[in-house]
């Protein structure tokens, strides 16, 4: 823990998981002035939004991390884009009014690149993490240059070892329960990737740098029992988007006050890649995983038009309702209050 605690240079092993499209920088101020690692989530930042919310983040002197997806974008596959399309327009267009099948396409979710480290480098923040694996050698090293603490997450104990080996320092341990994107990197088959209490002592027997774990954690009770299987601090992210500092839309937050957030799977119908939330009616519909879904991030676009419609209408059927399986424990609490609740759980 005190190594962790060292690199992080917090109060508390605690690290808020970054939530792209359900948070900013007021819920990382929030945590990091709690004594925790607030993190920024920048996947959905254009460089302008991203500048604004480093700014206001610099603003609060603490700690914080900022975190990036670096997948590779896919090329575009026309033939595979229009039959989704198409089997989403069949299904749904007439009931809500949309035309699916011509819907403006769009890049979704961006990876790491020069220029964002070149903003970065600007502001110097102490924390990066990235999903999906690390960046090219020579923008890891951009963030190296100025003294950040690289963290990523593995979902497996071959890609613990592969992140210590490529040059991360802190090594996140994302169990199956784990709410949004699976960080997956090595191998797409799910098959291969454990629940939390499986996967970290043997992620933190397999590597020498810090391990955090990540999933099925919204109380003491459960941090208390990560750390008693070696982690050396935790990451909580579901249970921080019924905070008032979070962004989270009203569909989403009435799904994780409801009995419905009992129920979460994995899926890939929002994005392309997979990622467990509250199981909604698209996710019965068209997968929950889908073979036909356009490659990660591409299929973001596609449902977007229809996921407008809904929301207008308090439907939240068509969004992402993002959440891990230890959602029905998450309370609607200050970030404050949340953060020294968590922190019961470290005391033995």
Same mark, same amino acid.
């Given at each position: 823990?005190?190594?962790?605690?060292?690199?992080?240079?917090?109060?508390?092993?605690?690290?808020?998981?970054?939530?792209?499209?359900?948070?900013?920088?007021?819920?990382?101020?929030?945590?990091?002035?709690?004594?925790?690692?607030?993190?920024?989530?920048?996947? $959905?930042?254009?460089?302008?939004?991203?500048?604004?919310? $480093?700014?206001?983040?610099?603003?609060?002197?603490?700690?914080?991390?900022?975190?990036?997806?670096?997948?590779?974008?896919?090329?575009?596959?026309?033939?595979?884009?229009?039959?989704?399309?198409?089997?989403?327009?069949?299904?749904?267009?007439?009931?809500?009014?949309?035309?699916?099948?011509?819907?403006?396409?769009?890049?979704?979710?961006?990876?790491?690149?020069?220029?964002?480290?070149?903003?970065?480098?600007?502001?110097?923040?102490?924390?990066?993490?990235?999903?999906?694996?690390?960046?090219?050698?020579?923008?890891?090293?951009?963030?190296?240059?100025?003294?950040?603490?690289?963290?990523?997450?593995?979902?497996?104990?071959?890609?613990?070892?592969?992140?210590?080996?490529?040059?991360?320092?802190?090594?996140?341990?994302?169990?199956?329960?784990?709410?949004?994107?699976?960080?997956?990197?090595?191998?797409?088959?799910?098959?291969?990737?454990?629940?939390?209490?499986?996967?970290?002592?043997?992620?933190?027997?397999?590597?020498?740098?810090?391990?955090?774990?990540?999933?099925?954690?919204?109380?003491?009770?459960?941090?208390?029992?990560?750390?008693?299987?070696?982690?050396?601090?935790?990451?909580?992210?579901?249970?921080?988007?019924?905070?008032?500092?979070?962004?989270?839309?009203?569909?989403?937050?009435?799904?994780?006050?409801?009995?419905?957030?009992?129920?979460?799977?994995?899926?890939?119908?929002?994005?392309?890649?997979?990622?467990?939330?509250?199981?909604?009616?698209?996710?019965?519909?068209?997968?929950?995983?889908?073979?036909?879904?356009?490659?990660?991030? $591409?299929?973001?676009?596609?449902?977007?038009?229809?996921?407008?419609?809904?929301?207008?209408?308090?439907?939240?059927?068509?969004?992402?309702?993002?959440?891990?399986?230890?959602?029905?424990?998450?309370?609607?609490?200050?970030?404050?209050?949340?953060?020294?609740?968590?922190?019961?759980?470290?005391?033995?």
């Amino acid at each position: 823990m005190s190594t962790l605690l060292s690199l992080l240079q917090t109060e508390l092993p605690l690290i808020q998981a970054p939530m792209a499209g359900t948070q900013g920088s007021r819920l990382a101020a929030a945590v990091s002035q709690a004594g925790a690692l607030g993190s920024l989530p920048a996947a $959905l930042l254009s460089p302008e939004a991203l500048k604004a919310e $480093l700014e206001r983040l610099q603003a609060s002197c603490r700690p914080y991390n900022v975190n990036f997806f670096c997948h590779t974008p896919p090329v575009t596959d026309p033939a595979r884009d229009a039959a989704w399309r198409t089997r989403l327009s069949h299904r749904f267009d007439a009931e809500f009014g949309t035309d699916l099948r011509n819907a403006p396409g769009g890049a979704g979710r961006v990876p790491f690149t020069a220029e964002a480290a070149a903003l970065l480098a600007h502001f110097r923040p102490p924390v990066v993490s990235f999903h999906f694996g690390l960046p090219a050698p020579a923008l890891l090293q951009a963030v190296k240059n100025w003294g950040a603490v690289v963290m990523s997450s593995a979902t497996t104990v071959a890609e613990a070892r592969w992140l210590q080996a490529h040059g991360a320092d802190v090594v996140i341990a994302q169990g199956l329960e784990a709410g949004g994107h699976r960080g997956h990197f090595l191998d797409d088959d799910l098959s291969l990737q454990l629940g939390l209490m499986a996967l970290l002592p043997q992620v933190v027997d397999a590597v020498t740098v810090p391990v955090v774990a990540a999933g099925g954690m919204a109380d003491a009770r459960g941090v208390r029992a990560a750390m008693a299987l070696g982690a050396s601090g935790v990451q909580v992210g579901t249970a921080y988007l019924l905070c008032p500092e979070a962004d989270t839309s009203t569909v989403h937050r009435r799904a994780l006050a409801s009995p419905a957030a009992a129920h979460t799977a994995l899926t890939n119908v929002f994005t392309g890649r997979p990622a467990r939330g509250v199981l909604n009616r698209v996710m019965r519909e068209m997968g929950p995983l889908a073979d036909e879904a356009p490659r990660f991030p $591409l299929a973001t676009s596609a449902l977007a038009p229809l996921r407008a419609e809904a929301e207008a209408r308090d439907n939240g059927d068509f969004s992402p309702l993002w959440a891990g399986q230890a959602a029905p424990l998450s309370r609607p609490l200050p970030a404050a209050e949340l953060t020294r609740a968590l922190a019961a759980g470290l005391v033995a």
